[in-house]
């Protein structure tokens, strides 16, 4: 037969989502809303002409204006940080094969907290420099504290066995968080927002710092995804098929470890965005990671930048941080679809 | 045609944790045959396939391809020799048969796993040998049994490799899709030279598909060879405790076994029989 055809019997066999153009093309149109929205709304809400002033022209005298350009870097900041917990959220849950993993489930964004606020009020650390490592490092011990706990009895680490060891990990590290906050109101009046999570208070800065961790973390998960796409078939045949299933996963969980604890801080704990953003993309596009990835990224800019959006709507004059309006939201989402795995697994 | 291996074992002693199931194994795997292993449950038959195909580390002895301990060949360019389909593997939720079969071209892939013109060849060759090229893009949870079983072997052949082991390829499956399955493997092992190794449950089976008969009991061989010479009531009384007769299978000639049990025998043959299985 003509090469035409076997180029057709190809594209047949093309192991790229049916749907996956559109779901990019809708993607990047939501994009572009909430970063606009995000630019645009809040306390006071800014007119296209000083939207427009704000970001293309150097030297503006209108408040309008100025507005828009403070607003720039926490837009910035909230796209990154969704993209990060995204892909987080994704690699958590090809790593534990569990649909509901997210670093705040497994309670390692609340580790993570839990050490900069030590950092904070014990060590007197007040860099952002600083604190990342702080919490990298809370992050990664609360990682390995809620895998091994999850991984003791029977059968290994279960998806079930794994989100119980992490609610309950997360629920101790934040009541801990809470008493080494509460007596001492100047860490409670400067950082309170490491029990919520916000962007809020988002500089150029802090973006730098944070862009190296996206990057790698990223980068470490679009290097696996081929790997732990046959991870998900097993693991005797990822071992079978030459994968060093025991290194894969724990590069697949350095990576979301990087993504996760990095963005909590400089943002604080932020629920459900992960699991979230990754979920739907699963639902909509299947459980190949090749697209899961990259997609998860954009999903939980969208996601996150949109909930700051909300945030500030309701907030009124005030806001309501980030983290707040996640967890309002993503709260009943988890419970349904644990209802819905539950019904499947009967 | 594949090319042929030395692939064996080698006073294998293998198990989990504690506990030790494979006690002392040298076998040698019959190049482009195939080879079923048989016994009674837990006597070690799917141990003993996992062990060869590197997913049990044995705790002395070793298993050798060519010559070279498996241990010491590149985990990568073991797989593009030899695939194995374990008994359960999982099915990610929502993926479509290409997927499926797509991911067992990942021992042929770079790092960074872009997909060549081999890789979509070897796809559609291997769902067009087992037959599912029709249901490409259905989802995995929409198909009978006997379907998915075949696309799970297609994934395993997208791998490539000269040597493939199915672990109980046909259990839980009824008896028309058992045949379907082994027919489809005997097609792969004739045009191709695929050298099969398989633990099957049905006996009667093996004894048809199957070119060499490993018999294990307590995870030791007990014999070896061609079904015809090896499948004797003795071999069976001994693996399974069960009385039996060896008949010659109407269609294909090899041996068939009809168990025999303590109801509906006829009192002449019952009595024949344990006069035999006395004596000998």
């Known amino acids: ?346 | 045609m594949k090319s042929a291996h030395v692939f064996e074992a080698e006073e294998t002693v293998a198990g989990y944790d504690n506990e030790t199931i494979i006690h002392g194994v040298n076998l040698s795997i019959p190049s482009n045959k195939i080879s079923v292993m048989i016994g009674a449950n837990a006597c070690g038959k799917s141990t003993l396939l996992k062990t060869m195909a590197r997913l049990i580390k044995p705790s002395s002895g070793q298993i050798t391809l060519d010559g070279q301990s498996i241990d010491k060949i590149p985990a990568k360019q073991l797989a593009r020799v030899l695939g194995m389909l374990p008994q359960s593997p999982i099915v990610p939720e929502g993926i479509t048969v290409s997927d499926l079969v797509g991911r067992g071209r990942f021992p042929h892939q770079s790092f960074f796993g872009g997909w060549s013109k081999k890789d979509y060849e070897a796809v559609a060759e291997a769902m067009d040998i087992m037959n599912v090229t029709a249901l490409s893009d259905n989802h995995i949870d929409e198909l009978s049994g006997g379907q998915r079983q075949r696309v799970w072997i297609a994934m395993a052949l997208a791998q490539q490799t000269d040597i493939l082991f199915l672990d109980e390829p046909t259990t839980f499956l009824d008896i028309t899709y058992q045949v379907e399955i082994l027919d489809l493997l005997t097609d792969l092992n004739q045009k191709y030279g695929t050298t099969i190794v398989m633990v099957l449950h049905d006996i009667n089976l093996s004894a048809r598909y199957a070119d060499h008969i490993f018999a294990l009991k307590q995870g030791q061989l007990l014999a070896e060879g061609e079904p015809s010479k090896v499948m004797t009531s003795a071999l069976i009384k001994e693996i399974f405790g069960l009385d039996c007769t060896v008949i010659k299978d109407p269609i294909s000639g090899s041996p068939s076994i009809v168990p025999i049990g303590r109801h509906h025998v006829y009192d002449d043959i019952f009595s024949l029989n344990k006069g035999k299985s006395v004596t000998s």
């Open chain 1, 1 to 346: 037969m003509s090469s035409l055809s076997d180029r057709q019997e190809h594209q047949k066999l093309s192991t790229i989502p049916k749907n996956f153009k559109v779901v990019l093309f809708i993607g990047l149109v939501l994009l572009g809303i909430s970063v606009v929205a995000s630019l645009a709304f809040g306390s006071r809400w800014v007119s296209v002409h000083e939207l427009m002033e704000g970001l293309f022209y150097q030297n503006t005298d209108s408040y309008g204006g100025n507005v828009v350009r403070k607003r720039v870097p926490r837009t910035v900041f909230s796209l990154f940080c969704g993209a990060a917990l995204g892909v987080s959220g994704a690699l958590m849950q090809a790593v534990t094969r569990n649909p509901i993993a997210d670093p705040s489930i497994l309670g390692v964004n609340m580790g993570a907290s839990l050490f900069v606020v030590c950092g904070i009020t014990f060590l007197q650390i007040t860099t952002a420099n600083q604190y990342i490592w702080l919490a990298l490092v809370g992050a990664m011990i609360t990682a390995v504290f809620v895998f091994s706990i999850g991984s003791m009895g029977r059968g290994g680490a279960t998806p079930l066995k794994l989100v119980l060891a992490g609610a309950a990990t997360s629920a101790a590290l934040s009541s801990l968080v809470t008493a080494i906050m509460l007596p001492r109101s100047y860490v409670m009046d400067q950082f309170r927002f490491w029990q919520v999570g916000s962007v809020g208070s988002a500089n150029w800065d802090g973006i730098m710092l944070f862009i190296p961790f996206l990057i790698v973390g990223i980068l470490i998960g679009f290097l696996t995804a081929p790997a732990l796409n046959a991870l998900a078939l097993g693991d005797e045949v990822a071992s079978v098929m030459g994968i060093r299933t025991g290194i894969l996963r724990l590069m697949a969980a350095v990576a979301a470890v990087l993504l996760c604890g990095a963005t909590t801080a400089l943002a604080g704990p932020i629920g459900f965005v992960g699991l979230l953003s990754a979920h739907v993309i699963r639902l909509i596009l299947g459980p190949n990671l090749r697209y899961i990835i990259p997609l998860s990224a954009l999903s939980g800019a969208i996601i996150l930048t949109i909930s700051d959006c909300i945030g500030r709507l309701l907030g009124g004059t005030g806001e309501l941080e980030v983290g707040v309006v996640t967890a309002f939201t993503g709260a009943p989402i988890l419970i349904l679809l644990a209802m819905k795995l539950r019904v499947r697994s009967l």
